[in-house]
């Protein structure tokens, strides 16, 4: 799986949009980034994920550059609950086990 | 989120004795987790399971074992404890076909 790099920390203001960058240089064609986020002293929680396109739910968007080397995962009005440490993960789609390598990721703090 | 329920919440416990964790779903998800995490190394994968009976090693799994005889429950005993194993136990199941794993709300270990 490619390696992915992350700011330690990043801060945000509540109301704002927040970007959190995502480097993934090594990535292969058929692999897909995921983002998962985990709020202190809880498991973590699946954000979005995507392979070439940009995609957007109801929590978040994500931006992947053209030649899919890093990625932005946009959460568009930061609230406090956004706080949060958050994961950029590369997967190879449907890979054998599922097995999600985790970082050490951004921590995001919203401040009011 | 996916029925996942960890049992202890918390525990504690002496050097040199047996301990097992006990990860229970509802949502009948083929793929098991267990997840450590420490402070500086973030989420590692111990073991994990493609199915009944059907179980490998993650990236730290040496002190531990698991089992699963039933599609909703997935065990994580350490044979005999050591303070290294204190730690965090995260359960994580894997829905439907591509890679959103849902996490339950972990385990605090304490090993004296």
């Known amino acids: 799986d490619a390696k992915t790099t992350q700011p330690p920390s990043m801060d945000c203001a509540e109301g704002r949009a927040a970007n959190l960058p995502c480097n993934h240089s090594t990535i292969s064609g058929n692999e897909y980034v995921y983002w998962y986020r985990q709020i202190h002293s809880q498991g973590p929680q699946y954000i979005i994920h995507?392979?070439?396109n940009n995609e957007t739910n109801e929590m978040a968007s994500l931006i992947i550059t053209e030649d899919r080397k890093s990625s932005t995962l946009i959460l568009p009005h930061a609230t406090l609950r956004d706080t949060a440490v958050y994961y950029c993960?590369?997967?190879?789609?449907?890979?054998?086990?599922?097995?999600?390598?985790f970082g050490k990721g951004t921590k995001l703090s919203v401040k009011p | 989120d996916a029925g996942i329920t960890q049992s202890p919440r918390h525990k504690v416990t002496e050097t040199g004795t047996p301990v097992t964790l006990r990860c229970h779903q509802t949502e009948n998800h083929r793929y098991m987790y267990w997840y450590r995490q420490d402070p500086g190394h973030g989420l590692r994968l111990i073991h994990y399971s493609y199915g009944v009976k059907d179980t490998d090693k993650g990236e730290v799994s040496d002190g531990y074992s698991v089992s699963r005889s039933k599609t909703e429950d997935f065990l994580l005993t350490l044979e005999s404890a050591t303070s290294s194993q204190t730690s965090v136990y995260f359960c994580a199941t894997k829905a439907g076909e591509w890679e959103k794993l849902f996490f339950g709300s972990g385990t605090q270990l304490s090993v004296l």
């Open positions: 995507g392979l070439k």
């Open positions: 993960i590369v997967r190879q789609y449907g890979g054998s086990q599922g097995n999600l390598i």
